[in-house]
Structures are given as C-alpha cells and as structure tokens.
C-alpha cells in the first residue's frame, strides 16, 4: 500500500518464482535419491496431511487473523513514524547516494529486493513449497513449474491490484476450506493413480 504496485508485483513474482523452479527441481531430483513408489506415497499422505491441517485451520483457528491484526498494526506504527519523504535535491546528490548503495540495489529497486526476500523467505517450507515438490517427484516437473507460475502469478497479481478490496470479501476461513478440500482432492488423485517404476 506504501510502494508502487508495480516494484512490489514485480518483487513477489520474481521470488515465487525462482520458488517455484527449486522446488521442483528438488521434486524432481527426490526420484532419484528415493524410489519412484515411495516419493509417489509420501505425496500422496503430504497431500492428505496439508488437506487435514487447512481444513482444521479453517474450522478451528484464528491465528492468521490475529498475526493479520498484528502486521497491520506494525505496518501503521512504521507509516506514522516515518510518513514519507518529500522528493526533493538535485542530481548531483541523487548520484552520490546511488554510488554509496550496496551493490544489489544499484541494479534493482530497494522495493523490488524487499519484495523479494519477504515472500521468498515467507514461502520457505510453506503447505504450497512441499506441495510443488511432491507434485514434481509424482508428475512432470515441466508442467508443475508453469502451473504453479501461472497460478502463483493470478493470486499475486489479484492480491496486489486489489488486496485490500478482496480481503472484504472472501475470508480466511473460506480460504483454508477450500485449500483443505483441493488438497484431498489431490491426496485422493494421488492414492487411486498408479505409479510408474
């Protein structure tokens, strides 16, 4: 809400990502370090786990509202503490204190790196992480990658355009039983297909 949207999608996109491609390069390197049967159970009784834990955190939790609550606390304390800076100097200073950044930031934005580094340290050994790489140890590691680009780019886009507007409408509780009832779904696809040796 306080940087361009642009730096900020841009950021998130990037680092989930380069998310994506790890993870199921370790998909699809796990085959190959554990037989072809095991990684396909294993992801099978992962998918039937995360749809467990979303479907309890649906009906029994509160916790993300509160860390929510939490974070939009700290965000505004950070906002009237430090509510901008007026644009203002000359290009002799803008240069100057470009040369004296750290060498990242002389390529990309502040905002852009920030962006980055909280969502892909966020994501870390997240439900949707171990997901992506039991799905590329079980399916085709091509097809998971674009997949979950394609699908991480749709809910980041529409989290950044429009957050706010659609933190209103759809709640968190719909959000967890839905996930919880798409990853059984998924659990009871993986338990019925046969696995290639």
Do not use: Y
Not at 142 to 158: D, K, Y
Not at 179 to 186: A, C
């Amino acid at each position: 809400m306080r940087h361009p949207r642009k730096l900020v999608l841009l950021g998130c996109l990037a680092a989930l990502i380069v998310m994506t491609i790890l993870s199921a390069v370790v998909g699809w390197a796990a085959p190959n370090l554990i037989s072809r049967k095991w990684t396909h159970h294993i992801t099978t009784v992962l998918f039937f786990g995360f749809g467990l834990w979303s479907l309890w955190d649906g009906f029994m939790e509160d916790g993300e509202a509160e860390e929510l609550a939490e974070v939009e606390a700290k965000l505004d304390a950070d906002w009237k503490a430090n509510p901008g800076t007026v644009k203002g100097g000359n290009k002799a200073d803008d240069d100057s204190k470009k040369e004296r950044r750290p060498f990242l930031t002389q390529f990309f934005s502040p905002i852009f790196l920030k962006a980055f580094s909280i969502i892909f340290f966020g994501e870390w050994g997240d439900k949707s992480q171990l997901a992506t790489i039991g799905l590329a140890a079980d399916e085709n590691p091509f097809g998971v990658v674009l997949g979950g680009i394609l699908g991480q780019a749709l809910c980041t886009t529409a989290a950044i355009l429009g957050g706010k507007s659609l933190a209103c409408q759809i709640s968190e509780k719909i959000v967890a039983l839905l996930g919880g009832v798409l990853f059984i779904v998924f659990g009871i696809q993986s338990l019925l297909s046969t696995v290639e040796s």
